[in-house]
């Protein structure tokens, strides 16, 4: 049988040199990006969670009224 080209190693450094330069290509946020965003996303988290938790108790004080 004949090697496989894929495990060759000029193959397996091509690919980490280019993912080296994938890696240089990233912009990553900055520490202010990061906060406001994370803020967002706890105020989001929160705000569904009262939504939901309103239709909950909704749902629930109907079926007591309906069931009795």
Request: zero cysteines; charged letters at 20%; glycine letters at 8%.
């Amino acid at each position: 049988m004949s090697k496989n080209n894929e495990t060759s190693p000029t193959l397996k450094r091509s690919w980490f040199q280019e993912l080296k330069a994938e890696f240089g290509k990233i912009t990553w946020p900055t520490r202010k990006e990061v906060g406001k965003q994370s803020v967002v996303v706890i105020i989001a988290a929160l705000v569904i969670g009262f939504i939901i938790a309103g239709v909950d108790f909704l749902l629930q004080y109907g079926l007591t009224f309906i069931i009795g």
